[in-house]
């Protein structure tokens, strides 16, 4: 919440240093371990002078680190103590097992805030179907499929995208097809879910890559295909699905 003026000081409670009377001197800086303090108000202190509480705002104000008494203070005065309250209104830090769930803002509880050791946990899972049923004669890495991808944002650098996807193969010209994952346009997998499909064999492929993006963009991660020789079919149909899901693993 915003404050007009001074946020009060929450807890801080404090007794300040001693202090020597100055003869005919009124105004004296308060100090705790040598560094000045300041007060939130005069209200929220206790100060006594030759064993007396004085009355705050009669007896005495404060401004900033300095305290003036009302009348200048002579040799043999004692200031005994000057105990600054903090905030009154102050709650103090909850008992042990006294904070619910309920409590917690969602979303409060950040990996950040997570000690080491503790990660591993499942934060987003992102899947894709296709169903469409695709042909290569490409020597080289081709998408599988326009749909057969997932972007993914991942919530920190350090986590990690677990990758795994399925896709049935199947060649008439007895093509060995070979296929593997992209993160964007880098082959992560290489030939990764090799399988040959000869005759009208169809084969089901199962792809899995774990990867460090080092990232906090969005990553698209896509199956591609590829044969040694002839053609060779991939992809999903009406009865065999096609499918790829991404999940990021916290640190």
Same mark, same amino acid.
């Given at each position: 919440?915003?404050?007009?003026?001074?946020?009060?000081?929450?807890?801080?409670?404090?007794?300040c240093?001693?202090?020597?009377?100055?003869?005919g001197?009124?105004?004296?800086?308060?100090?705790?371990?040598?560094?000045?303090?300041?007060?939130?108000?005069?209200?929220?202190? $206790?100060? =006594?002078?030759?064993?007396? $509480?004085?009355a705050?705002?009669? =007896?005495?104000?404060?401004?900033?680190?300095?305290?003036t008494?009302?009348?200048?203070l002579?040799?043999? &005065?004692?200031?005994?103590f000057?105990?600054?309250?903090?905030?009154? *209104?102050? *709650?103090?830090?909850?008992?042990?097992a006294?904070? =619910?769930?309920?409590?917690?803002?969602?979303?409060?509880?950040?990996?950040?805030?997570?000690?080491?050791?503790?990660?591993?946990k499942? *934060?987003q899972?992102?899947?894709?179907t296709?169903?469409?049923?695709?042909?290569?004669? @490409?020597?080289?890495?081709?998408?599988? @499929?326009?749909?057969?991808?997932?972007?993914?944002?991942?919530?920190?650098?350090?986590?990690?995208?677990?990758?795994?996807?399925? $896709?049935?193969?199947?060649?008439?010209?007895?093509?060995?097809?070979?296929?593997?994952?992209?993160?964007?346009?880098?082959? *992560?997998?290489?030939?990764?879910?090799?399988?040959?499909?000869?005759?009208?064999?169809?084969?089901?492929?199962?792809?899995?890559?774990l &990867? =460090?993006?080092?990232?906090?963009?969005?990553?698209?991660?896509?199956?591609?295909?590829?044969?040694?020789?002839?053609?060779?079919?991939?992809?999903?149909?009406?009865?065999?699905?096609?499918?790829?899901?991404?999940f990021?693993?916290?640190?």
């Amino acid at each position: 919440m915003a404050y007009i003026g001074r946020e009060p000081q929450i807890g801080n409670f404090q007794v300040c240093d001693a202090i020597s009377v100055v003869n005919g001197q009124a105004a004296y800086t308060m100090q705790v371990s040598s560094v000045n303090v300041s007060p939130e108000t005069a209200n929220h202190m $206790l100060v =006594s002078l030759n064993g007396v $509480l004085q009355a705050p705002g009669s =007896s005495y104000t404060v401004s900033g680190s300095t305290i003036t008494f009302a009348s200048n203070l002579v040799t043999g &005065d004692v200031i005994n103590f000057i105990h600054i309250l903090g905030s009154v *209104l102050d *709650l103090g830090v909850p008992s042990d097992a006294t904070v =619910s769930t309920a409590k917690i803002v969602d979303g409060a509880v950040t990996a950040a805030k997570l000690a080491s050791g503790a990660g591993g946990k499942v *934060l987003q899972v992102i899947s894709a179907t296709d169903s469409t049923n695709r042909s290569t004669s @490409s020597t080289s890495f081709v998408t599988a @499929s326009n749909t057969l991808s997932v972007d993914i944002t991942p919530s920190a650098t350090s986590s990690k995208i677990f990758v795994i996807a399925t $896709l049935p193969f199947h060649s008439a010209s007895g093509a060995t097809i070979f296929g593997t994952i992209y993160r964007d346009s880098t082959n *992560l997998g290489g030939a990764k879910g090799m399988n040959q499909a000869n005759g009208n064999i169809h084969n089901g492929s199962g792809m899995t890559f774990l &990867d =460090s993006p080092s990232s906090t963009s969005q990553l698209t991660y896509q199956v591609y295909a590829k044969v040694d020789s002839g053609t060779g079919n991939f992809g999903g149909d009406s009865t065999c699905l096609s499918s790829i899901t991404a999940f990021e693993i916290g640190a």
